[in-house]
């Protein structure tokens, strides 16, 4: 018995040496290239040396907005538009080793996006420029490149000085990843496979998959490309086999056909993912494999049923959001993407379009994953300009390239159904629309076919549109024509219609002005003298104010809500968002747009989308109940799934209160006493939800609420901890603005600080911030070891608060 467990211990011992010396059966490496940059501002056009001293240069890892750790000042040339935070110029370097046996393979590196005009470097051979901050870029690297000892150094100086460059704020720097592809000289190209599903049944689905293979060797090589389509356990469930010849330099497109039996569909609800392996053989030998992500649905735009996917008729629910992370600027982190989304999501929201840039691909993949439907969108601008600097400046020269690699890089993706090749366009007002929108549509599909394209109009009458009239479009966009929306089918015969950009509504989470049933409009662009305002920069969130040429979302909502014909709307914003702070001047620096505020903590507003966005029971009460003895304060309520809403203060009844033809929410006009307000939403007089509303005390203690006390230990998650101030019985203080000091010891650093007022002149990085109507928000990220963080909230004459999150590999 002893020698046969001496022989199973000498099978296992051999196994895990065969496994340590085994060649990788994946032979495409893609390695995450974030790590380790030296960083400095300012122009160092040495940096390109190799023997170039950056000593005294800042060590970071990318993604990195250096825009975003600046001081807030009305001088920056970005202006309050643009975030009133600096710009200017700054340089990175990197310096790596690559083993000998590198030497055969094929190695580039990817950059996801650099604002802007990032010029790179490797070992002082300049391989170019991109002027467009929003585009996906790659360079072969292979030929500049040193072996063994040798190091490399790759060099990117990014100038983001000429301003004003954009009407809101877009960060400066190396601000989305960054990855160096090894892989074999035979191999798939670059954004180099397209899938499409071009017939799909309760039975089967019909796969084409296209893939363009490069042979970058010296010889002649007789090849297999085997692609398999694995579903989302990662079984097979189809493959399929092409073999071909290819000499040096030479490349090709393959076409492979696959058959998914019983499909599962993507869709809003259940997205459901499969992804395709292509690997690429030479002999017996595995040259390269990539991923290809495969979502199978269908999808219809009609003029007078508006949209249905797999099948279904559905309204597209849709939010407009810029690229901005709030506290952490423009630097892209796919946790604090996939918050934003979980948050939209619970709302109701479906659909995101994405205003007005290519997004960051962690954007897509979580749209993929979560089920979102997406409007990816290229331009704000063709040849005429906006602002002084922005991108009609390389529109000539550019802008062909960019919408390509828009298109190459993001089509194989399921959750985007309509491309928009450009906002509110000047060129829709002239003949010279016509063209350009001929021509952006035959390069859209020239590389996909399979969805539709839009633009984001603002001209409504035919004939003073150019750009409808080149008659290119599939979908006709309007952006904040909703009183307009009833005449279009007759305008517009035979048309297919989506709301591209709605309401501008404006609002501050937690202030409340009475009256609350007067609707405003801010008269003016906030460059002008206010006619009307609140001292303190802030807006009222009741849903009362709007931008001028927009109008509450109560209004937006009931004039599109029940229109067959129109597939959907976007809301104008679903986040606020740096820069654009209309209706105020400095120090006013991000926008009031936003159905959620800039920390993420969501306005009322919020509660009335997902009472009819969504079938969960919804019974939302506000204000806050903290006012001066006898001030009439109107106290309104969204619900859904229930007949009335029954309101009482301090146990007596208010009345019970319904909804009346398009009503979207109910009011009580009720003089103050401090104590309880209840609220009481029925159906058929059976109560459904119960909700309270308490005065607060005195403040008395600081509260951490993490949004996850676990997370992993790899240096990029993140836990946004909800900050409250409170009386002593939990209630938090409505109208408190003491400043919060944070400590913060172990394997986690703070990474931002936010309270959501949009007026705020605080650093988004600090160890501090003062909380705004009662809270403010602490994010915190992981460090690259497993362990504890503990987290000490202070603040003078309260309790503190203390939290420890986990990290974990």
């Known amino acids: 018995m002893h020698r046969v467990k001496s022989f199973f211990l000498l099978l296992f011992v051999l196994a895990l040496c065969w496994n340590c010396t085994a060649p990788d059966d994946k032979e495409r490496q893609v390695i995450d290239f974030n790590s380790g940059w030296h960083f400095q501002l300012g122009d160092h056009p040495n940096a390109i040396s190799a023997d170039f001293d950056v000593s005294n240069w800042r060590e970071l890892n990318l993604p990195h907005d250096w825009s975003i750790e600046g001081d807030f000042s009305e001088d920056h040339p970005t202006k309050p538009e643009g975030g009133a935070l600096p710009a200017g110029i700054g340089w990175y370097r990197k310096a790596f080793r690559l083993p000998t046996e590198a030497k055969e393979q094929s190695i580039w590196i990817e950059f996801d996006g650099v604002y802007r005009n990032g010029e790179v470097w490797i070992n002082g051979h300049r391989l170019g420029i991109r002027p467009n901050g929003y585009s996906s870029f790659k360079y072969d690297l292979s030929e500049f490149l040193n072996y063994g000892d040798d190091v490399n150094v790759l060099a990117v100086r990014v100038d983001n000085s000429q301003q004003p460059n954009s009407r809101w704020y877009t960060g400066s720097g190396i601000y989305r990843n960054v990855r160096l592809i090894r892989t074999g000289k035979v191999h798939v190209e670059h954004w180099g496979t397209y899938v499409t599903t071009p017939e799909i049944t309760d039975s089967s689905a019909s796969v084409n998959m296209e893939v363009m293979v490069k042979n970058e060797g010296f010889n002649e090589r007789n090849l ?227 969805r539709v394209v839009t633009c984001a109009l603002t001209e409504n009458i035919p004939s003073k549109n150019f750009i409808y009239q080149s008659k290119a479009l599939d979908l006709l966009g309007f952006n904040y024509k909703h009183k307009d929306h009833k005449k279009f089918p007759k305008w517009y015969p035979g048309e297919k219609l989506i709301a591209t950009e709605n309401m501008s509504a404006l609002a501050t989470r937690g202030q409340y002005d009475f009256p609350s049933d007067t609707v405003m409009r801010w008269p003016q662009a906030h460059d002008k003298p206010l006619e009307t305002g609140n001292d303190d920069l802030t807006v009222s969130a009741y849903d009362q104010v709007s931008a001028y040429w927009g109008s509450t979302h109560e209004e937006t909502w009931k004039s599109i809500k029940d229109q067959d014909f129109m597939a959907g709307l976007f809301v104008w914003t679903g986040f606020d968002y740096l820069g654009e702070p209309i209706p105020y001047p400095y120090p006013a620096r991000s926008s009031y747009f936003g159905i959620v505020d800039l920390a993420g903590f969501p306005k009322d507003s919020y509660y009335m989308y997902k009472s009819e966005w969504t079938s969960d029971t919804v019974l939302h009460v506000f204000p806050h109940w903290n006012w001066e003895e006898g001030q009439e304060v109107d106290v309104w309520a969204y619900y859904n799934q229930a007949d009335e809403v029954e309101l ?86 409505p109208n408190a603005n003491n400043m919060v000091n944070f400590e913060i010891q172990g394997e986690g650093k703070i990474m931002g600080v936010d309270n959501g007022y949009q007026a705020s002149l605080e650093p988004f990085k600090a160890n501090y911030r003062k909380a705004f109507n009662g809270k403010c928000l602490l994010i915190v990220q992981s460090t690259g070891e497993a362990g504890n963080i503990s987290i000490r909230a202070t603040a003078e004459h309260l309790q503190p608060g203390e939290i420890v999150l986990e990290t974990v590999d």
Not at 226 to 251: C, Y
Not at 690 to 706: I, S, Y
């Open 648 to 733: 009482f203060l301090n146990g007596e009844s208010l009345g019970t209160k319904k909804k009346v033809g398009d009503d979207l929410h109910v009011m009580w006009r009720v003089p103050y006493e401090p104590g309880t307000l209840r609220a009481v939403s029925r159906k058929d007089g059976k109560a459904i939800l119960e909700k309270k509303v308490f005065t607060a005390g005195d403040a008395q203690k600081v509260t951490l609420n993490p949004d996850r006390k676990i997370i992993k230990a790899d240096g990029k998650d993140l836990s946004f901890i909800t900050v409250n101030i409170c009386d002593m019985d939990g209630n938090m203080v």
């Open 224 to 450: 297999t490309v085997r692609s398999t389509i694995l579903d989302a356990e990662g079984e097979e469930v189809a493959q399929e086999e092409h073999s071909l010849t290819l000499g040096n330099g030479e490349s090709t497109d393959i076409m492979q056909h696959f058959t998914v039996p019983s499909p599962k569909l993507w869709s809003t609800e259940q997205p459901y993912l499969y992804k395709v392996v292509t690997q690429v053989f030479a002999g017996m030998q595995l040259m390269d494999d990539y991923q290809t992500p495969l979502g199978i649905r269908y999808f219809e735009f009609d003029a007078k049923e508006g949209f249905s996917l797999n099948g279904k008729p559905m309204k597209i629910l849709g939010v407009c959001n810029h690229h901005d992370l709030g506290a952490l600027g423009a630097a892209v982190n796919k946790r604090a993407i996939e918050r934003r989304l979980e948050i939209l999501k619970e709302m109701g929201v479906n659909a995101i379009r994405t205003a007005h840039n290519p997004p960051a691909p962690e954007l897509l993949e979580l749209c993929d994953e979560m089920g979102f439907i997406v409007q990816d969108e290229a331009f704000d601008v063709w040849k005429k300009k906006k602002v002084d600097a922005d991108s009609h400046l390389f529109w000539e020269e550019w802008h062909r390239r960019d919408l390509e690699d828009l298109i190459l890089r993001d089509r194989n993706h399921p959750s985007i159904m309509m491309w928009s090749i450009g906002n509110e366009i000047r060129e829709q007002f002239d003949s010279t629309g016509i063209s350009i929108t001929k021509e952006l549509v035959r390069i859209v599909k020239s590389l996909d076919t399979t």
